[in-house]
């Protein structure tokens, strides 16, 4: 799919900047303590890893009213970070907005997704997605994010790898809350 390939990194640079994305918006989500590792050097798919506490649900003690709220709010988080990823990537690389291309190819993933784990229906999911657009463009709108992206992306491009508490500590460094 030609949307697939568009979202794919173009280069190490971009794919620093990907990875930047999804911490910036996981740590202003207050989801980084489900971040584990990032590994700038893994493959694409493995870059970021996220603790073990991220999507399990094999508690048989735990309602089921519990285990679908924790995988909506999984669900919101991993299509934020996403957001996040190419968001940053198109914002502060590029220069520019989000295509309806970026945003069609994420929102079907999100569906299949939603319906998938949560049993979404189609407008359920777009209102989840549109949610999570509208939040992940107004961090990446925010005044002095573009700074901050800038910084982490040079230092993990330095790095190469570091803990999930090393690179909030970083964030929260550099100024992001």
């Known amino acids: 799919m030609n949307s697939h390939n568009r979202l794919s990194y173009n280069n190490e640079r971009d ?17 980084e303590d489900f971040l584990s590792h990032i590994n700038l050097d893994a493959e694409a798919d493995a870059c970021i890893e996220m603790s073990h506490e991220f999507g399990f649900k094999g508690n048989p003690r735990m ?5 679908w709220e924790q ?12 957001l996040g990823n190419v968001t940053c990537r198109r914002y502060i690389l590029d220069h520019k907005g989000l295509s309806t291309e ?9 569906r299949q997704d939603a319906n998938d784990h949560c049993g979404l229906e189609r407008d359920e999911t777009d209102r989840l997605f549109d949610s999570c657009l509208n939040y992940v463009d107004r ?3 925010t005044r002095g994010v573009a700074d901050i992206a800038d910084a982490f992306a040079n230092e993990l491009s330095s790095r190469r790898s570091m803990s999930g508490q090393e690179a909030a500590e970083i964030l929260a460094q550099l100024g992001l809350q």
């Open 15 to 31: 794919k620093t900047y990907g990875i930047t994305g999804m911490a910036i918006t996981l740590v202003v989500l207050d989801g």
């Open 63 to 67: 309602s089921a009213k519990i285990i």
């Open 71 to 82: 995988t909506l709010r999984d669900l919101r988080l991993t299509a934020s970070m996403a």
């Open 102 to 110: 970026d945003t069609t190819s994420l929102r079907e993933a999100l």
């Open 139 to 141: 961090i990446f709108r």
